[in-house]
């Protein structure tokens, strides 16, 4: 028989097959396959006929495989066992008694929203295996289009039509100054601040390009004097007095706070921004996602 011929061999048949040699008999397989008896032969008649040689010996007691058959029965329950581990792994699954759940969070997302959302979530589902990776969010948009996350909770990303954003939480940027520095006794303009040594992200970041975009608004460039990779060390560098700071509210309070910073009044408003989470519209989502994002959902409508 020609190699190519095996494809057009019916499946169920080998499914026939394998209850009949299991069990090596006839009545037994049709009991369990819950089909007649004269169907399961008929079955075993058109598979022997496909592959062009003998499978069973009929006996009183039953049949006896051939050493083909016997060939055959290994492999194919081999391919019966992979498909029951499938099975058990996917109703697993299904009820998250096992996988992981891959996720990309910013270090805001990350330090000031996701964590007692993830807390939450591995009380409930302790089975899951949660992979967090810190990212900025174009980097977090990238390895969702690449397959290597499953969802990312990040500030709001530019709009795209193979993105589907849920907007979680709204939040406000401030600028900083050290406490005392003149800016913070009366209200200035964007204008006025580039005047002034300015501490921020790096390049590359949503922060950074939306603080560009604000002085470009004003037809003024931002050429800072410090650029920090992490928005942890704006409001000490700050503190220090080694530039004005932009950050979200968040990452200065615990500063403002103790004094070290105060908060300039700036007269143009700062629209506010979101915490979202994304997904990517062509790949659904896992089982361990679809609860993930139903937690995030159904939590912030209930808070507002």
Request: with cysteine.
């Amino acid at each position: 028989m020609d190699r190519k011929e095996y494809m057009k061999v019916n499946l169920e048949h080998y499914k026939i097959f394998y209850f009949v040699a299991k069990n090596k008999s006839i009545t037994a397989a049709a009991k369990e396959l819950y089909l007649s008896q004269p169907t399961i032969s008929k079955y075993i008649q058109n598979l022997e006929k496909e592959l062009g040689m003998i499978l069973f010996i009929r006996s009183k007691k039953g049949v006896v495989l051939t050493p083909e058959a016997e060939m055959l029965y290994e492999h194919v329950s081999k391919a019966y066992r992979h498909i029951d581990l499938a099975e058990e792994e996917l109703m697993n699954r299904r009820e998250l008694q096992e996988g992981i759940l891959h996720i990309g969070a910013s270090e805001m997302t990350m330090q000031h929203f996701l964590l007692s959302y993830l807390e939450k979530y591995k009380t409930w589902y302790p089975n899951i295996r949660l992979k967090i990776s810190n990212c900025s969010t174009p980097s977090a948009v990238e390895k969702l289009r690449n397959g290597i996350i499953d969802m990312a909770v990040i500030i709001t990303p530019m709009e795209a039509e193979d993105l589907n954003i849920y907007k979680l939480k709204a939040f406000k940027d401030v600028f900083i100054a050290k406490k005392g520095h003149p800016l913070c006794e009366g209200r200035v303009s964007l204008r006025e601040l580039c005047c002034y040594p300015f501490v921020c992200l790096e390049k590359g970041t949503i922060s950074r390009k939306y603080l560009e975009e604000l002085f470009l608004a004003e037809g003024e460039g931002l050429v800072p004097d410090i650029e920090l990779a992490s928005t942890d060390l704006i409001a000490p560098a700050v503190a220090y007095g080694l530039g004005i700071g932009f950050v979200p509210y968040n990452f200065a309070a615990a500063a403002i706070r103790e004094g070290t910073v105060e908060l300039i009044d700036v007269a143009e408003s700062l629209q506010e921004r979101y915490i979202c989470a994304v997904t990517l519209n062509s790949r659904p989502l896992s089982s361990a996602a679809q609860k993930m994002m139903k937690l995030l959902i159904e939590r912030e409508e209930g808070f507002r």
